[in-house]
């Protein structure tokens, strides 16, 4: 048997995993709004991945013999002041998911629910990974930044030049 009360924020991580993967959709239909098919393809991947996450939690539990409970989801939609945002909302949305992750954890240590904690190392390495490659994208948007202002400083330089031209 798992502890109880571990379970029951297992069951709660299942509705934020699943928030997750819808976050990452609506990041992914702004991207496309956009037009820059390959951020919005790197977040739907991301969306698919989170529903790998809930459905494990969810395997975890239902052969653990815990009945699943599914909350309402909440809306994930959101306004983007430029196309940096999203991505510093989806670090931090991953820096939350991992303090959950890590909550969980510290509560299985507490009821001595080994199982669990045995479980919960995938996620824990996970998180470092997800923080790391939402990070990354971070640091290559700034840097393709840098290159955009580079090409802008350039187009400031162009001068006008009258026609060389004949009229006579
Ligand atoms: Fe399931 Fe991105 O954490």
């Known amino acids: 048997m798992i502890n109880e009360n571990v379970a029951k924020m297992l069951n ?3 509705n934020k995993e699943l928030f997750s993967a819808y976050l ?3 990041i992914a239909n702004y991207y496309v709004k956009q037009g820059l098919d390959g951020f919005a393809n790197w977040f739907g991947v991301q969306a698919k991945e989170e529903l790998d996450h809930a459905m494990i939690f969810t395997k975890y539990l ?3 013999d815990f009945e699943v409970v599914l909350d309402a989801i909440e809306n994930p939609t959101r306004t983007y002041k430029d196309l940096r945002q999203p991505l ?3 670090l ?3 820096q939350f998911v991992t303090a959950s992750i890590h909550a969980i954890y510290s509560e299985a240590v507490e009821n001595k629910d080994y199982r669990t904690q045995e479980f919960l190392h995938w996620f824990i390495k996970e998180q470092g990974e997800e923080e790391k490659n939402a990070t990354d994208l971070l640091v290559k948007y700034d840097l393709a930044e840098k290159n ?3 090409i ?3 187009l400031k330089s162009r001068q006008y030049s009258p026609a ?3 009229f006579d």
Do not use: G, M, S, W
């Open 92 to 94: 931090k949305h991953e």
């Open 148 to 150: 955009i202002l580079i």
């Open 88 to 90: 510093e909302e989806a």
């Open 12 to 14: 709660e991580q299942i």
């Open 164 to 166: 060389d031209y004949d």
């Open 24 to 26: 990452y959709l609506d």
């Open 152 to 154: 802008d400083r350039d």
């Open 62 to 64: 239902q052969n653990n």
